[in-house]
């Protein structure tokens, strides 16, 4: 990531307009129109995946199998971002009850493995890659609970495409090219990953066409045999087999145990809107903390990209991250304050912390009592819409692909903390802390946007500029999306127990592209250091519901390969 950290290299900067070129209707921002329809739309990061859940839309399926067959390609022809060998979290918005519901289908950590094993090795932090970071993987059974609730078409049908491309191959897209040649360079003598990711050993490139029988295999087996397949069968024993071979500690009774967790979302009021997210074990509500914070400011829509708006939402990201570093976990361990957290009172005070015209270089958490992931979104003919996370982390994951299934294995068990003065601490059996998040925006008890912006700790920052560039600054669905992005990394705790970037002070800004020089020297007077970052800004789609025109506008990523596609 490129940092530039003083003035005189901040000169030399050069600003750029929105798109290389102008536009003759629309926003000043967007890239492109909004996508509207009336049936259905499909919001996805690779346009073929958007088209497969536009076919099963077309067949009769519903928003939810549209998804999972739009997950299901994802993880074959997004596999740096996705897949089933990770965890999968959504919120749905059901039309029949006129309800949001929550699934939490993230995995646990194996129950033989104990925080002591770490200590022995002299680890003082989870490695990232290899057997360690492994808990079970949750995609799967999500899937088939949301099916099972959800779903109207055969899980066989909603399969089946992604068993086609898999089978007879597809072209790899750009983006997902250029994470391959990097995976490829971090994972060649990782066992089975050559046979399964590259071309005869050679990296792909985009254009290719990528076939991945093994993957289809896996498909099929889930089609026809069900979930049950992958948590007590044949490919619960493949995976358990080759970690423990490889030194880990993932069992069949790890594996055959899982349950995924229906929940209800928690929501806060932005200006009129209902903002939700799912509580923790994930991050989700601290985009709820800092909008909380950011209430008690006026902005108007000349106010964007002004040193104002990014001091004030860099400052309220600095007092949230300290409460997600150390409240966050899974609820099953640890008692999370989450009303109290979310509290309107709770907001203020931790407000009067922030100086209206100083960077804050020490940030402390809050006592809140009184004393490279994919996103995709689905809505269908009925009014069902659904918000779909799902990711392996850490790009691919943690480089284990058992033989002959055609994925890989995630990490999430890097985001344990070994410190037993962290919620997060690692227990067996427990959740770790998780980054992916679903959002959706309800208004007047009724859905008004299904959206999600992925990126890791981005995410809660994505999900508030989204909902500020709606409310406050008055964009359309995609120039929301398109309008360059604030991230601010550094000058906290995460949950891991690690400081994360640089400690000194308060951290860093990091701004895309399109912000006036004018705007970052402020941000510097004001004690703020101020850089570029490289692919750290998230990927976005999202579906608004237009209740008096009935009708569903779409938008998705100008920074990846993705595409809004309606009918």
């Known amino acids: 990531m490129l940092r ?46 958007g088209q497969v859940a536009i076919d099963i839309l077309k067949k009769g399926g519903s928003a939810i199998d549209a998804a999972i067959a739009a997950n299901a390609c994802l993880g074959l022809m997004e596999p740096t971002g996705s897949g089933i060998g990770g965890d999968l979290f959504a919120i749905v918005w059901d039309a029949k009850t006129q309800k949001l519901y929550g699934l939490n289908a993230s995995g646990r950590s194996p129950k033989t493995l104990t925080r002591a094993y770490f200590l022995e090795k002299n680890l003082t932090s989870i490695p ?72 005869q050993g050679k990296p792909i490139e985009k254009g290719d066409v990528f076939k991945n029988p093994a993957l289809a295999n896996t498909y099929r087996l889930l089609a026809e045999k069900g979930r ?110 989450v009303q109290e957290l979310l509290s309107k009172d709770y907001a203020a005070r931790r407000r009067t912390l922030i100086h209206p015209e100083r960077a804050a270089t020490r940030i402390t958490a809050g006592d809140p009592f009184a004393n490279n992931t994919i996103y995709l979104t689905v809505a269908d003919r009925e009014g069902n819409m659904v918000s779909l996370i799902q990711s392996n982390y850490r790009g691919m994951g943690s480089g284990m692909v058992p033989p002959g299934l055609g994925f890989m294995l995630h990490d999430r068990g890097e985001l344990f903390s070994l410190d037993t003065a962290h919620a997060n601490v690692f227990a067996p059996g427990k959740r770790p802390f998780h980054t992916i998040i679903p959002a959706f925006i309800t208004k007047d008890g009724q859905p008004f946007l299904s959206f999600g912006v992925m990126g890791g700790d981005f995410q809660p920052l ?103 596609i309606g009918y």
């Open 128 to 199: 990232a890659y290899g057997p360690l970071p492994v808990t079970v993987p949750g995609c799967v059974d999500g899937w088939f609970e949301l099916h099972r609730r959800f779903g109207k078409l055969p899980m066989q049908e909603v399969l089946q495409p992604a068993i086609d491309y898999a089978e007879q191959g597809f072209p790899v897209t750009e983006l997902v090219a250029y994470y391959l040649q990097i995976s490829t360079r971090r994972f060649a003598d990782y066992p089975n990953f050559t046979e399964t990711y590259t071309l």
């Open 228 to 337: 049950d397949e992958f948590y007590k069968g044949s490919i619960a024993r493949a995976i358990a087999e080759f970690l423990q071979g490889q030194g880990g500690f993932l069992t069949l009774d790890d594996l055959a145990g899982h349950r995924s967790e229906w929940i209800d979302p928690v929501g806060v009021n932005y200006r009129g809107y209902e903002v939700w997210e799912l509580p923790p074990n994930g991050q989700g509500i601290a985009a709820l903390q800092m909008l909380n914070i950011l209430e008690g400011y006026d902005f108007k829509p000349e106010d964007y990209g002004t040193a104002r708006h990014i001091h004030l939402f860099s400052e309220a990201k600095k007092l949230v991250f300290e409460d997600r570093a150390r409240y966050y976990a899974d609820p099953d361990f640890a008692k999370i304050p």
């Open 462 to 564: 994505g999900h508030v500029q989204i909902v500020m560039n709606l409310v406050d600054f008055g964009m359309n669905l995609q120039e929301a999306g398109d309008a360059p992005r604030i991230d601010h990394q550094g000058g906290n705790s995460d949950p891991t127990g690690a400081a994360t970037g640089s400690s000194s002070g308060g951290g860093q800004i990091l701004l895309e592209s399109g912000i006036p020089y004018e705007t970052i020297r402020e941000l510097l007077q004001m004690g703020h250091r101020v850089g570029y970052g490289l692919g750290g800004y998230g990927g976005y789609q999202a579906i608004r519901w237009d209740a008096a025109k009935k009708i569903y506008f779409g938008a998705s990523e100008s920074r990846k390969d993705g595409a809004a």
């Open 4 to 49: 530039l950290h003083t003035l005189s290299a901040l000169l030399s900067l050069v600003t750029f307009t929105a798109s290389g070129q102008d536009r003759i209707t629309g926003r000043p921002w967007a890239t492109r129109s909004e996508v509207l329809a009336q049936n259905g739309m499909a919001c996805t990061s690779h346009p073929l995946a």
